[in-house]
């Protein structure tokens, strides 16, 4: 089945006998959807169906707002990245309480509370930040985090409720792709949240504070707005693997991932989409963040096997 619009894969979605259906094929398109979609019949319909194959060489002919289209864009090989967030999710859907719902726990939280005011419910966001950071590896050796209790959070999330930064919840690409004021605000952000632990590890054994590094202010950032992947050791060497961006969390980083996903819309939606099947609407920063996680992940993985033989 193709060129499908998406009403009318949702009107299919919502009728009773065809409740169940999978995505076998995003091939390349210009500014179109076009999806292969095998549908099922209720009591047809395997009980865990199989991933999804990508097989796609990408989007030949669109071109951004902003005309930048690296090279390095177009020797992607697609289907292999978004296979890697495929497999990423995988893990979450058999293994039970495993430790990424972490993310998906604390992301949801503050989704449906981003305008709270209680104080009951705001305690809440920094235990949840916590338990999320402390899974997501920021508790480990001389972090910082690891000597405080989950109430260092509360200013940082007090700061992250604000009206101003709502624009960071954003999940529409072609929105935010191109907006200055979009990468401004993550970045806006990422000084004041590190002002603000700045202040709170100043003490006797601390006169100038503690620093925050990239990968603890993305993996906030991640955690409560999923606008920015985590910069963290994997992300960046499967980043770097590619040449797709700069793997340092800067502008042009962020800037170069969101006009990349743009690039190639229709498949990375395509896989989007799959994954929020499964309870929680994930943002687009987060495909891109599971993405090269797990090509960096595998590669570490690959070098240190290579190394014990």
């Known amino acids: ?140 050796g001389a972090a910082f985090l690891l000597q405080k209790d989950y109430k260092v959070h509360l200013e940082v999330v007090h700061l992250m409720l604000n009206e101003r930064f709502h624009i960071l919840r954003s999940k529409n690409i072609r929105e935010i792709a191109h907006n200055d004021e979009y990468i401004n605000r993550i970045f806006e952000l990422n000084q004041k949240i590190s002002e603000i632990y700045r202040r709170k590890t100043t003490d006797f054994e601390n006169e100038n504070g503690r620093n925050s590094s990239d990968t603890l202010i993305s993996k906030i950032l991640l955690g409560v707005f999923g606008c920015v992947p985590a910069y963290d050791r994997y992300f960046k060497n499967g980043l770097r693997s590619t040449g797709i961006a700069s793997a340092q969390f800067s502008k042009s980083s962020v800037a170069g991932l969101l006009q990349f996903y743009e690039h190639y819309y229709d498949d990375f939606e395509a896989v989007r989409l799959k994954i929020s099947e499964h309870g929680v609407e994930y943002p687009p920063m987060k495909i891109i963040d599971m993405c090269f996680w797990q090509i960096g992940f595998d590669s570490d993985t690959q070098k240190e096997e290579s190394e014990q033989e």
């Open 1 to 140: 089945m193709g060129n499908i619009p998406k009403s009318i894969c949702d009107a299919m979605r919502s009728i009773p006998c065809f409740s169940k259906y999978d995505v076998l094929v995003t091939p390349p398109s210009g500014n179109s959807t076009t999806l292969k979609l095998r549908y099922y019949l209720n009591e047809a319909a395997p009980t865990q169906p199989e991933h999804s194959a990508i097989f796609t060489k990408g989007r030949a002919d669109y071109q951004t707002i902003a005309c930048h289209r690296p090279k390095q864009w177009e020797q992607v090989d697609i289907a292999f990245l978004l296979n890697n967030a495929l497999a990423f999710h995988d893990k979450l859907i058999k293994i039970e309480n495993h430790r990424y719902r972490s993310w998906e726990h604390c992301y949801s939280f503050f989704t449906r509370h981003q305008s709270a005011a209680d104080d009951e419910i705001i305690d809440l966001m920094c235990l949840h930040l916590s338990n999320y950071l402390a899974s997501w590896g920021m508790f480990r």
